[in-house]
């Protein structure tokens, strides 16, 4: 395992921060939406707390719902 410079961490107060996903490109057409995480998340080495709201491809969002990482509204 190695060690990777420290991570930065969104605050719940902050605005939507746009997530780059390596692993999901979002397809033509295909836009883009706010979520509010119910639970910690780690995308790419950026660390995300409870509460953080993230801009992130519609298709990474529907499948952090199915997972339960987007908090219910």
């Given at each position: 395992m190695?060690?990777?410079?420290?991570?930065k961490?969104?605050?719940p107060?902050?605005?939507?921060?746009?997530?780059?996903?390596g692993?999901s490109?979002?397809?033509?057409?295909?836009?883009?939406e706010?979520?509010?995480?119910?639970?910690?998340?780690?995308?790419?080495?950026?660390?995300?707390?409870?509460?953080?709201?993230?801009?992130?491809?519609?298709?990474?969002?529907?499948?952090?719902r199915?997972?339960?990482?987007?908090?219910?509204?």
């Amino acid at each position: 395992m190695t060690t990777k410079s420290p991570t930065k961490t969104a605050t719940p107060e902050a605005p939507a921060d746009e997530v780059k996903t390596g692993h999901s490109t979002p397809a033509l057409g295909a836009g883009m939406e706010t979520i509010t995480l119910s639970h910690h998340l780690n995308i790419e080495g950026t660390s995300y707390l409870p509460g953080a709201k993230i801009r992130v491809p519609s298709d990474y969002a529907r499948r952090l719902r199915r997972q339960g990482y987007v908090a219910r509204t």
